[in-house]
């Protein structure tokens, strides 16, 4: 009896796991325009994301890569790091997502290369990315 409670206890925990990773994919977009949004100062209606692909990031979170283009012709890259599914159940639902790191694609731009200010850090501002 006490074999059967475990089994079904963990089959609910892992549902429950599953349940949460396929909410968060759900809403990413929104989510992740709004964080776009903010790292390249135009508003969400300004640009439109033409691509999106999975990177690699690190245990307990989901990578996304965007490719950006803006109604003024400017092209950026973005990155985003949200809890994956497990890392929200092994940190309790305390991690938290990333804001957009962009970096500049324009071809002819004069900061072509360069990570958005709003996400900058010292390696980054050392590295002369930003």
């Known amino acids: 009896m006490a074999q059967k409670l475990l089994t079904v206890t963990l089959l609910l925990m892992l549902s429950g796991c599953a349940t949460t990773a396929n909410k968060t994919t759900a809403q990413g977009s929104d989510k992740a325009e709004s964080k776009i949004s903010m790292a390249i100062g135009r508003e969400i209606g300004n640009f439109k994301i033409t691509n999106a692909q999975a990177v690699e990031a690190p245990a307990g979170y989901n990578g996304m890569q965007y490719t950006v283009k803006t109604n003024d012709g400017a092209t950026f890259k973005c990155?985003?790091?949200?809890?994956?599914?497990?890392?929200?159940?092994?940190?309790?639902g305390m991690a938290s997502g990333a804001d957009a790191m962009c970096t500049d694609f324009t071809k002819g731009s004069s900061d072509i290369g360069k990570t958005n200010n709003a996400s900058c850090n010292a390696l980054l501002k050392a590295a002369g990315k930003c």
Request: charged residues 20%; glycine residues 14%; aromatic residues 14%.
């Open 79 to 92: 990155e985003i790091l949200e809890p994956s599914g497990f890392g929200k159940v092994a940190t309790w």
